[in-house]
């Protein structure tokens, strides 16, 4: 019997590969994906992928063609094949409830949002930055599927550590800074964020990655109470469970 071969899509990626190195298949800017079987069916409905907080990242693997590093994906770039995944999962109609009322989206509608081409080295993943108060300078990166898994093991051992703590800002901007006036040794950077890092200029750095990071634009117009207006969209428990 042939090997029966699935209906697949290039979908083009919002950094448009200039994040990723030269070497890299991501550097195309494109990535294949086939659509949704019983098998990925299977893997959302994994109570162990769900309990460790993984099973949007096994989806997203599975449905992936094209042979490539999944850790390497910037969190942007990973939310378009999140976006894609739903779509030639159950369609490009997303319904859900806002403000009491029935909203349905047509994802295939979202754009990519607008990014400065020219404040990247092409194939490299950093960033120069001066802080506008104290003019330290700083670099930076756009964090990738690796870094969040990082971040959530990081958080997790706080956690049991003082079931109090909530340090997720300052965890994540010790991944994000690269360098401090030119010091790359991450005790350098971690001891900078907890001790010299002013919360305004924090909000700042914040603001300006915002601007920079290549995304896929999840704003979404609802009609509410007669009102047009723009929210985040919601992904919840019905994005890829629709029938939940």
Same mark, same amino acid.
């Given at each position: 019997?042939?090997?029966?071969?699935?209906?697949?899509? %290039?979908? =083009?990626?919002?950094?448009?590969?200039?994040?990723? $190195?030269?070497?890299?298949?991501?550097?195309?800017?494109?990535?294949?994906?086939?659509?949704?079987?019983?098998?990925?069916?299977?893997?959302?409905?994994?109570?162990?992928?769900?309990?460790?907080?993984?099973?949007?990242?096994?989806?997203?693997?599975? &449905?992936? %063609?094209?042979?490539?590093?999944?850790?390497?994906?910037?969190?942007?770039?990973?939310?378009?094949?999140?976006?894609?995944?739903?779509?030639?999962?159950?369609?490009?109609?997303?319904?859900?409830?806002?403000?009491?009322?029935?909203?349905?989206?047509?994802?295939?509608?979202?754009?990519?949002?607008?990014?400065?081409?020219?404040?990247?080295?092409?194939?490299?993943?950093?960033?120069?930055?001066?802080?506008?108060?104290?003019?330290?300078?700083?670099?930076?990166?756009?964090?990738? %599927?690796?870094?969040?898994?990082?971040?959530?093991?990081?958080?997790?051992?706080?956690?049991?550590?003082?079931?109090?703590?909530?340090?997720?800002?300052?965890?994540?901007?010790?991944?994000?800074?690269?360098?401090?006036?030119?010091?790359?040794? $991450?005790?350098?950077?971690?001891?900078?964020?907890?001790?010299?890092?002013?919360?305004?200029?924090?909000?700042? &750095?914040?603001?300006?990655?915002?601007?920079?990071? $290549?995304?896929?634009?999840?704003? %979404?117009?609802?009609?509410?109470?007669?009102?047009?207006?723009?929210?985040?969209?919601?992904?919840?428990?019905?994005?890829?469970?629709? =029938?939940?």
């Amino acid at each position: 019997m042939s090997e029966f071969k699935f209906p697949t899509e %290039v979908i =083009d990626l919002p950094s448009k590969g200039l994040l990723y $190195p030269k070497d890299s298949p991501l550097a195309s800017g494109k990535l294949q994906m086939k659509y949704m079987t019983a098998k990925e069916e299977d893997i959302l409905t994994n109570q162990n992928y769900i309990q460790k907080g993984i099973v949007i990242d096994k989806l997203l693997q599975s &449905l992936i %063609v094209d042979n490539i590093d999944y850790n390497q994906l910037v969190t942007g770039d990973q939310n378009a094949v999140m976006i894609a995944a739903r779509i030639l999962g159950y369609g490009k109609d997303y319904e859900f409830t806002y403000g009491g009322e029935k909203q349905v989206v047509d994802l295939t509608m979202l754009e990519d949002k607008p990014f400065d081409e020219s404040l990247i080295t092409p194939h490299v993943n950093e960033f120069k930055y001066t802080l506008p108060f104290s003019k330290t300078e700083i670099t930076f990166k756009i964090l990738t %599927v690796g870094d969040e898994d990082k971040i959530r093991q990081e958080l997790a051992g706080l956690k049991k550590i003082n079931k109090d703590a909530s340090p997720e800002l300052s965890t994540r901007l010790k991944y994000i800074i690269t360098s401090v006036g030119g010091v790359r040794e $991450p005790g350098a950077i971690r001891s900078f964020v907890d001790n010299q890092l002013l919360a305004r200029e924090s909000k700042a &750095l914040r603001e300006y990655i915002r601007q920079v990071q $290549p995304d896929i634009d999840l704003t %979404v117009k609802v009609n509410y109470s007669g009102v047009e207006e723009d929210i985040a969209l919601p992904i919840n428990i019905s994005f890829f469970w629709p =029938d939940a």
